[in-house]
């Protein structure tokens, strides 16, 4: 087969899959849809919670009480249609790793996805309540809180997009120490500068408030020691693996 048509062949395979990832993502939105309104007040919860009696969110668009919903459905089906779409990114990619590039890959790619969910579910149940709380609590006298959906769907937005990337550290420091561009050693005396370096990520991603910072930092420096054992003992494993490679 010619190098035209081995290229034909990888383009089609990667628009086939694209569309199955695609028709994934729009069945789960399909199956939501109905459910949007309910899926947004879910979401407002922990805002609501912490509002004063008097307080209430508004709608400052004409169309936001409807497209703000179904703007976070969409999101939600991509978050929810994931394990699929990574699937399909495998099974593209699979044929072309050696085995022991597929015996790394297929569990990194079931963490990723594991460890984005738990960074999601990290900034609902634990940052959003305290940080809303704080917001309403500082509000100047005489200020009445309307906060509008879509600026609110925005803003939450954007902290589950850092929070389920910052949860990926450790899937980051196993890749770092696997490729030899690292070791955990050189990682461990980099230990000051990485935890500085959480801080200001954390200032750079969330809102400009100590608590969200550190809710961010904190989880984000755990997760780097965690990477640190475990690219560790990825790397205990694979000098034995070698070891048995050369004794046989």
Aim: net charge negative; aromatic share 14%.
């Amino acid at each position: 087969m010619s190098d035209a048509q081995t290229l034909l062949s990888h383009l089609v395979e990667l628009r086939t899959r694209l569309l199955r990832a695609l028709l994934a993502v729009m069945l789960v939105f399909l199956c939501l849809a109905y459910f949007a309104q309910d899926l947004y007040h879910l979401l407002a919860t922990p805002l609501l919670d912490v509002l004063p009696d008097d307080a209430q969110m508004i709608a400052t668009d004409v169309a936001s009480p409807f497209f703000a919903p179904f703007k976070l459905t969409l999101v939600l089906s991509f978050f929810i249609a994931i394990p699929v779409v990574l699937y399909q990114v495998w099974g593209f990619v699979a044929p072309g790793l050696y085995r022991n590039e597929k015996r790394l890959v297929a569990p990194l790619l079931i963490c990723s996805t594991l460890l984005f969910y738990g960074g999601v579910a990290f900034a609902y149940f634990v940052v959003f309540p305290l940080a809303f709380a704080f917001f309403t609590s500082v509000a100047p006298e005489g200020v009445s809180i309307h906060t509008d959906i879509s600026s609110y769907l925005d803003f939450v937005l954007k902290l589950f997009f850092a929070f389920g990337v910052s949860f990926q550290i450790p899937i980051a420091i196993v890749l770092l120490c696997w490729t030899g561009a690292t070791s955990p050693q050189k990682l461990r005396e980099k230990r000051p500068y990485v935890i500085v370096g959480a801080f200001v990520i954390g200032m750079l991603l969330t809102p400009p408030d100590v608590i969200s910072q550190t809710l961010l930092a904190v989880p984000m420096w755990l997760l780097f020691e965690i990477g640190l054992l475990v690219g560790a003992l990825y790397r205990r494993t694979d000098s034995q693996e070698q070891t048995e490679t050369q004794d046989s």
